[in-house]
C-alpha cells in the first residue's frame, strides 16, 4: 500500500496485491489508520503486505525537522504500535520495518547512506524490537537484498 506511483508500479511489476486506501496521499496528511487497517485485513488471508509511507521523506525533502519528526511520531502511534497489536492476534508474524533511502533535511535530498531496519519474529523475539537511532547506529550494516529474503522464510502463515 503506497500512493507513490513509482512504488505502486514496482507492486504491480512484482505480482503484489496494489491496495487503494481512501485517503493515501503521499504527504504528511497521509491516512496512517487506512493503510494500517489495510495490512491487517490483508494480512487475515495473505502472508505479506508492503506498506509505505512517504511523509518522512517529504518532510526531509523540505527541510522541515518538526514536520520529520511528527511524521515519524506517526508512524510510530498510527500504525506500528496498533499494527503490532492486530498481528499479536492473528498469531506468529514476522516483520521488517525500514526506510527506503535516508532523506536528511539538512540536505533535502536522498543520499547513499545505509538505512537503519528493524527486523522481528515474533515466535523468537517477542512482539518488538529496538528500532532506535542509538540502537541502529551501532548496527552491523546488512546488504540490503538478503532482508527480505530473511524475512519470508518458510515457517510462518
Known amino acids: 500500500m503506497t500512493a507513490v506511483d513509482l512504488l505502486r508500479g514496482l507492486g504491480v511489476l512484482t505480482g503484489l496485491d496494489v491496495v487503494e486506501v481512501e485517503g493515501a496521499t503521499g504527504y504528511y496528511d ?71 533511502h535516508p532523506t536528511p533535511v539538512a540536505l533535502k ?17 517477542g512482539p518488538g524490537g529496538q528500532f532506535t537511532e542509538a540502537f541502529t547506529a551501532n548496527a552491523p550494516v546488512q546488504v540490503a537484498y538478503d532482508l527480505l529474503p530473511r524475512m519470508i522464510r518458510s515457517g510462518l502463515k
Do not use: C
Open 30 to 100: 497521509t491516512n496512517y489508520e487506512g493503510k494500517r487497517d489495510a495490512a491487517l485485513r490483508h494480512l487475515q488471508d495473505d502472508d505479506f503486505f508492503l506498506l509505505h509511507v512517504e511523509a518522512s521523506d517529504e518532510a526531509g525533502h523540505n527541510g522541515d525537522i518538526d514536520a520529520k519528526v511528527k511524521a515519524l511520531e506517526n508512524w510510530d502511534s498510527r500504525i506500528l504500535e496498533p499494527l503490532l497489536e492486530g498481528l499479536t492476534d492473528m498469531g506468529p508474524y514476522r516483520m521488517l520495518v525500514m526506510p527506503d
Open 109 to 125: 535530498t536522498h543520499t547513499s547512506d545505509p538505512v537503519p531496519y528493524m527486523m522481528v519474529d515474533s515466535t523468537v523475539d
